[in-house]
């Protein structure tokens, strides 16, 4: 019996130090705690526009559709005549829908729902501020005056986020809806870097939205379809650098509308 008590004791202990193990293994995976493969800085990395604008767009039609909650309604016939519809299994928009919902009819009929409350105002500001973004999102190349545009236009949405949670939780609205509201309008990481490397990086280079991460993802599993026509290089590297041109020129010029004019 001691000696069964002595070995439970010791697999107890062993358990024990596994777990910490696997969290400290855990934790030092975190890009916050884990060194950088390459030393690069953030002004030469490529804002992913994509995700960035997709990401913040949704939080405030998140935003608006739990603040007009009196409105249901109204808002479901707002997102049908958008066409914009929810994924079920992510529980969101994409981002051809919120670029409807952001920069068309939409957006002013979100403005004709919202009460007439110093909150609402901010939202209609906020969504303003992203359909001008949108738009400079759109643009190959900037010059300086839209530059500053982006720096203004950043700029006033994070002020605008932060004064939209100080009055939610000065207000305590509604109890469980503040939560969710102050939830919602957390700083991100997205919301960071759209405010301060995406302006960066545009500033630097007079661009930042021309290359799409959306062709850059699956690069890998295009490497075995495509290396073939680039096999003649004799090197692995060369070809993998062959393929990263050859698709960001694709990549841009699908996202300007330029395939369709070649083909």
Request: proline share 4%.
């Amino acid at each position: 019996m001691p000696k069964t008590r002595a070995e439970a004791k010791k697999l107890e202990d062993r358990l024990k130090k596994g777990v910490e193990t696997k969290r400290k293994k855990k934790i030092n995976n975190y890009s916050m705690f884990a060194t950088p493969l390459l030393s690069i800085p953030s002004s030469q990395i490529i804002p992913p526009s994509f995700h960035l604008i997709q990401g913040i767009s949704q939080r405030i039609i998140d935003a608006i559709n739990d603040y007009c909650q009196h409105s249901k309604r109204s808002i479901q016939n707002i997102l049908k005549n958008a066409h914009a519809k929810m994924d079920p299994r992510k529980q969101n928009f994409t981002g051809a829908a919120l670029h409807r919902l952001i920069t068309g009819q939409a957006r002013e009929e979100f403005k004709k729902i919202l009460p007439p409350t110093q909150s609402s105002a901010i939202l209609c500001r906020m969504l303003e501020t992203m359909a001008d973004i949108y738009k400079l999102a759109d643009a190959s190349f900037l010059d300086q005056n839209e530059v500053e545009q982006l720096k203004k236009a950043t700029t006033n949405l994070y002020n605008d986020i932060q004064a939209l949670r100080d009055r939610f939780e000065n207000l305590n609205f509604r109890g469980r809806l503040a939560a969710g509201q102050l939830k919602i309008f957390k700083p991100t990481p997205k919301l960071h870097m759209l405010c301060a490397h995406a302006t960066e990086f545009a500033e630097q280079n007079g661009w930042w939205s021309w290359i799409s991460e959306q062709g850059m993802e699956h690069l890998h599993s295009l490497y075995n379809y495509l290396a073939v026509q680039y096999c003649n290089t004799g090197d692995k590297d060369r070809t993998a650098e062959k393929l990263a041109q050859h698709q960001t020129l694709l990549n841009g010029l699908n996202d300007r509308g330029a395939m369709k004019k070649i083909i």
